[in-house]
T-cell receptor
Framework: EPEVTQTPSHQVTQMGQEVILRCVPI?????FYWYRQILGQKVEFLVS????????KSEIFDDQFSVERPDGSNFTLKIRSTKLEDSAMYFC?????????FGPGTRLLVL | EDQVTQSPEALRLQEGESSSLNCSYTVSGLRGLFWYRQDPGKGPEFLFT???AGEEKEKERLKATLTKKESFLHITAPKPEDSATYLC???????????FGIGTKLQVIP
């Protein structure tokens, strides 16, 4: 069964460094998403992406964040200058009809 | 703004002891209500999508139902492998985002 994949599974970085989280959505899906989950808290929406542009973003998704679909299969989330509070699990999702399917996540730790 | 409230926050059941998890929601124009299962350190795993009041869906020991204000996830004769956090989420109006509840952490004891 097709699934969303994410790399790396874990990432440790120093505050102020740039990180790129990578995702391969399910191949015939057209809508792509990033969410995050801080330990013990709700899953929170960051951004949605359709037809090579951002279709919706939350207030969390500020100028430090960007997304890109560099080729026909990958979807990336870049954090330009990481902060301690960016430490969280980051989930990629892709959608068919109304249902979003999630990847296994990247655990980001900012020191 | 969409809101999702789940109860209880935690539930401990004996193996075989059936129960229900509740999800209350407030949205403007429901497009879909979703149930996911999340194991520790993993991504949400899709279980069900419900679209309109009165709809029901089943999968193995799980059954999801929907009214205009809430959804229930019924677990019949649970097994230890059903232990996980169950997340409820909604999508509404013309928005792409899905709004999640905090989840119910279920523990099934042998």
């Amino acid at each position: 069964e097709p699934e969303v994949t994410q790399t790396p599974s874990h990432q440790v970085t120093q505050m102020g460094q740039e990180v790129i989280l990578r995702c391969v959505p399910i191949s015939n899906h057209l809508y792509f998403y990033w969410y995050r989950q801080i330990l013990g808290q709700k899953v929170e929406f960051l951004v949605s992406f359709y037809n090579n542009e951002i279709s919706e973003k939350s207030e969390i998704f500020d100028d430090q964040f960007s997304v890109e679909r560099p080729d026909g299969s990958n979807f990336t989330l870049k954090i330009r200058s990481t902060k301690l509070e960016d430490s969280a699990m980051y989930f990629c999702a892709s959608k068919t009809e109304e249902t979003q399917y999630f990847g296994p996540g990247t655990r980001l730790l900012v020191l | 703004e969409d809101q999702v409230t789940q109860s209880p926050e935690a539930l401990r059941l004996q193996e075989g002891e059936s129960s229900s998890l509740n999800c209350s929601y407030t949205v403007s124009g429901l497009r879909g209500l979703f149930w996911y299962r999340q194991d520790p350190g993993k991504g949400p795993e899709f279980l069900f999508t419900l679209y309109s009041a009165g709809e029901e869906k089943e999968k193995e020991r799980l059954k999801a139902t929907l009214t205009k204000k809430e959804s229930f996830l019924h677990i019949t004769a649970p097994k230890p492998e059903d232990s996980a956090t169950y997340l409820c989420a909604v999508n509404s109006g013309g928005y792409q985002k899905v709004t999640f509840g905090i989840g119910t952490k279920l523990q099934v004891i042998p």
